[in-house]
């Protein structure tokens, strides 16, 4: 199932049990499947038109009355448009809203270059009282947004657009922590949103290789939890993070933030370039802007490359 159409039910689902619970929309509920809730609950969904920045303000205005604000719109309008009263209306105030971007990273199909952000996750991550999450799956996003419901302040989460392989099954729970998907001796390889299925892919093709590749997903990029990042990078000395976004201020940058200072290790980031990308079909933009897991596999290669002999 497409991560958009989980969303949406799950939104359902929960408003089934929690009357506080509201979705406005940036007149996208079609595109982002919120179109369901508006279906299901039409006294509480909120047209608020192509107007990004007033309805992050009217979230945070009915945050302070005891509501639970779900303002949806795509991640790029979200993060950079309305930048400015999420910053001084939602995270300075600490208040309890909740911002799915949709169509995220460069998964955004032939929408064009003004509905796409790689920058989103270094945005949000940069907002005090923020917290920041990039789910890799469908059952994975579900679980996540029942924790968001219950946790008190603002909450900013991706909403991929189109379907993603499996993961997680049933018995997967969500905590907020990295998740230990594989052990190895030779590398950790940490992905984020729907790249870790991809850096799963990487793991079985260096194994091939004789490469021995442990795996770690990141579904909370802030606060982010460091014990099994250092713990790994102490073990192997070589770290490889790959994410649907910029390789400046996201996964990449968190881990390396952790890092630094207290452990040397080797990192590479697999992600998108410092540039704005293209749009088009989703498998030759992931190729072209190196979000593949062949990409994951060389940029290993390099890193064990570089590492010094003992």
């Known amino acids: 199932m497409e991560m958009r159409e989980v969303f949406a039910g799950k939104l359902v689902e929960l408003s089934e049990k929690d009357d506080r619970i509201i979705v406005l929309d940036g007149d996208l509920n079609t595109s982002t499947r919120t179109d369901i809730y508006k279906e299901a609950y039409p006294a509480r969904f909120i047209q608020c038109g192509i107007a990004e920045q007033n309805m992050f303000g009217w979230a945070a205005g009915l945050a302070t009355l005891g509501y639970i604000p779900f303002p949806s719109t795509f991640a790029a309008f979200a993060v950079t448009?309305?930048?400015?009263?999420?910053n001084l209306s939602i995270a300075y105030p600490r208040l309890?809203?909740?911002i799915p971007g949709s169509y995220c990273g460069i998964s955004t199909g032939k929408a064009g270059a003004t509905h796409q952000t790689v920058q989103d996750l270094a945005i949000m991550r940069s907002m005090p009282n923020m917290r920041v999450l990039d789910a890799a799956d469908g059952e994975e996003l579900g679980q996540m947004m029942e924790a968001i419901t219950a946790y008190d302040g603002p909450v900013y989460f991706?909403?991929?657009r189109p379907e993603v392989p499996r993961v997680f099954d049933g018995a997967y729970r969500f905590d907020w922590?990295?998740?230990l998907l594989k052990d190895g001796k030779d590398i950790v390889l940490i992905g984020t949103g729907f790249m870790t299925h991809r850096v799963l892919e990487?793991?079985?093709?260096?194994g091939n290789r004789g490469i021995d590749a442990a795996v770690l997903h990141a579904p909370c990029l802030k606060p982010l939890d460091t014990g099994l990042i250092l713990e790994y990078a102490a073990s192997v000395g070589i770290i490889v993070t790959a994410e649907n976004h910029s390789v400046i201020g996201g996964l990449g940058g968190a881990v390396a933030e952790a890092v630094a200072g207290k452990?040397?290790?080797i990192i590479k980031r697999v992600g998108v370039s410092d540039l704005f990308v293209e749009t088009g079909d989703d498998e030759e933009i992931y190729e072209k802007y190196g979000l593949t897991a062949g990409h994951v596999v060389s940029a290993a290669i390099e890193a064990l490359n570089e590492k010094p002999a003992k």
Request: hydrophobic residues 50%; glycine residues 0%.
């Open 81 to 86: 448009r309305a930048a400015d009263q999420i």
């Open 96 to 98: 309890n809203v909740k």
């Open 158 to 160: 991706r909403v991929l």
């Open 177 to 179: 922590k990295p998740v």
């Open 202 to 206: 990487a793991a079985r093709e260096l």
């Open 263 to 265: 452990i040397p290790a």
